[in-house]
């Protein structure tokens, strides 16, 4: 049988903030697309979209939407995929989902490409993408893991609006000049827009993202800490995190402290491993003032990190801050990068 | 001889934003006044300050002012107090000094009332104020060295611009509106001013507080290692730390992992310890959405504890977000609670 050269793909949620990053990716990737379907809710059905210069109109995603679809990339929200992705996977798709639906199903890849690519052979017709915080983590973490193992992982994240959605961006920007106007403003959706109590964001900092697990961690701690040890294949790593919301637009920052299980590692030997690594671009240098920052990050698939000190304490111990795009590498991008890997290995 | 019971007060930088907050905080205490003397740098002196609704001329520091000075509260730079504090020591005032400059030698206090007030006893004219981020992480973590004892602390910190000073805030009010105008900014002032390189704070997070030290680590974070041992009196704690600038106009938050050398504590023992200590406020209820946050602590006296959870992986970890007002504890309130205790003590 002849390998196929393009394929039939669905973007779901092809209005939101990820979504329109996706259909970005592949456009600036040059996707092999014989057929672009571009579905959402109905709500948004209608809408119409630029992809390579033509307009393209959104349909309301249904079951039948996905006959004929090779690869299905959802980011509807998670009610969504877990309706829909069945049906297109039963329709013979491939399915990429960037919502938290699937993830911890131990017959569904959680996959980033840069750390565990392999787990795509073991596909069952979907494959879940992590969580934007977990991504950008784990490709930092992967190499250190490989060359001097890793023991322990304590993370504290400085996370944008931007991955709590399009509205989450407006209500910043509101907010801000709302404030700079010396008004009062009127939270209507962060931290959790379903939740009983929305806090200004507008130059304040929220430790919470997502919902709080009876346990004390938010979800989003939880995310982090959970498909960090199933993406690593490592269910015994030691990961602790504290997530936190800022008035930052796009760009996920990390404080990430870590155990490796080596003796006598140096910070220049994970300088240089990581400067090396795939998807990685080390920015560290004291002297220079070099040091990644999420509004310089932004807009970019790699993953950059920097501040790399070993512990003045503990000879294993690292500091590292590690930020990245969270609408790319953190969503669209290592999507259309899981797309791409499924056709390099022949999946699709 | 009879105990004394006004004083005459000198506040040195009395223009600049911690001298404000000192001034409003002398006026709220209601502090036994019987001068007040308001000093400042050649450039400020001749500004007229609003104190108990009356005018009062700022003047030129000079080592003649602190005459007759009992209490000199300095925070007008390190290089002013290196010069005057050993000035209006030999003149016989103690100062209060909010600088970094006598902070770690030997025979100069560094005290926060809530953890070492007694070092006040071994004064020698110098008593040193910590740094903002140190301050309101020793006020938390010493009721659980007490209870249970410390051996280690992780700090990340989420630090408000004010902490750089009113120019400082003045940026960060003029880039965001730059930003929402659309138009580029031009950084002049954050991370350093005296730095090479300054980057937008508008939507961004800077890794970068106070300038590198050799080992990698900044000053601000070296300042957070190296007096929290001071303050607490432990050269063994194992302590790390890394700081990082937000678009916060006031209000530090610290994300800290701390491990204790008791067994068995539960979070809710903390929870309840911490309640009960001096100088802080627990807010921390995933249930109502109650943690602290840096807007809501601005203007308040207090160090907010909340999130605080025991980790997953170490009985003896625990996790913990504090935030306090950096201008009020972090400096104006801590400079003006410990000359309060000196005239409690006696001292003065």
Chains 1, 2 share one sequence.
Request: with cysteine; proline share 5%.
């Amino acid at each position: 049988m002849e390998k196929k050269q393009s394929f039939h793909v669905a973007v779901v949620g092809a209005t939101g903030a990820v979504g329109q990053q996706i259909l970005n990716t592949l456009e600036n990737r040059n996707f092999p697309i014989s057929k672009l379907s571009l579905l959402s809710s109905k709500r948004s059905a209608g809408t119409t979209v630029v992809f390579k210069n033509e307009n393209v109109t959104v349909q309301e995603a249904t079951p039948e939407s996905f006959e004929g679809v090779d690869i299905a990339l959802f980011s509807a929200g998670g009610s969504v995929s877990k309706v829909l992705a069945p049906e297109a996977a039963a329709r013979g798709a491939i399915v990429v989902d960037n919502t938290s639906a699937f993830r911890m199903e131990t017959d569904v890849p959680l996959v980033v490409p840069e750390v565990n690519e392999q787990d795509l052979l073991a596909h069952k017709g979907i494959i879940a993408n992590p969580n934007c915080s977990t991504i950008q983590m784990v490709v930092a973490l992967e190499p250190i893991r490989q060359a001097y193992g890793l023991k322990k992982v304590i993370a504290s994240t400085y996370q944008a609006v931007s991955g709590a959605g399009a509205s989450a961006i407006e209500e910043l920007h509101v907010q801000t000049k709302t404030v700079l106007e010396g008004q009062p403003v009127e939270p209507k959706m962060l931290p959790v827009k379903s939740g009983e109590k929305h806090y200004q964001i507008a130059f304040n900092a929220i430790p919470q993202i997502d919902v709080f697990t009876e346990n004390g961690f938010t979800y989003e701690e939880m995310k982090m800490i959970n498909e960090t040890k199933k993406i690593m294949h490592m269910p015994e790593l030691e990961v602790a995190a504290t997530c936190v919301r800022l008035p930052v637009v796009t760009g996920h920052s990390e404080s990430v402290y870590i155990e490796v299980e080596k003796e006598g590692v140096t910070a220049e030997e994970i300088r240089v491993l990581l400067s090396e690594a795939e998807g990685i671009i080390v920015q560290d240098n004291p002297a220079e003032q070099l040091y990644p920052m999420p509004f310089y990050a932004a807009g970019q698939n790699e993953v950059f990190v920097g501040r790399i000190r070993k512990d003045l304490n503990n000879d294993k111990g690292f500091h590292l801050w590690i930020v990245s795009d969270n609408l790319l590498k953190g969503a669209a991008w290592n999507s259309v990068q899981i797309a791409e890997r499924l056709i390099k290995l022949g999946l699709v």
